[in-house]
């Protein structure tokens, strides 16, 4: 599933978008818009974008895990070649260290990235500012080129922006047009 980004001058055309994508088969759910005027959307009833799509909460959760799994193995083995206690503890805890200090490293990569904006949407923070629309379509390969040609051809103020080859993976870099 790809994402798609498009940039909209206005909260009409935001919300022409939303419904003409929903005439076509896009479900609801699918569409997304990043804004700076979120009670615009409440009022129309359109989906705004979520924390996981906002923040950089999974990305840099993922790296304080991979920093904590590092940190929890190269403690281990240390404790494995230094015996601080003077006798081999069972694998069992040598397992649960690791674990403990790799969701340690989870739960702070995870405070990190609450606190900092999603790294793909940084791109926008000028567009957002001067009260633009990132709207975020999430959709199948084969729907790609129908999707595509209802932007371009039913609203041509509407900026096609870039494209994520894959919206699980917060390290894949977006695709420019």
Known sequence: MKTMYYLAPSLTSV??????????GVKN????IVSNDESGL???RLHSSNYLETLDLVRDGLIGGLIGLAIGLIAVGLLIFLKPLGFELPGIIYFFIVALITFFGLWEGGLIGISSKNKKLAEFEDD???GKYV?????P???EKRIHY????KFPGVKF???DSHFLNPFSPLQHT
């Open 135 to 139: 709207v975020l379509i999430y959709c």
């Open 128 to 130: 957002l500012a001067a």
């Open 15 to 24: 919300d022409n978008i939303s419904h003409e994508l929903e005439r076509s």
């Open 29 to 32: 759910w699918f569409i997304h």
């Open 161 to 163: 922006a870039a494209e």
């Open 141 to 143: 390969k084969k729907h």
């Open 150 to 153: 209802i932007m371009e051809h």
């Open 42 to 44: 409440k009022k129309r």
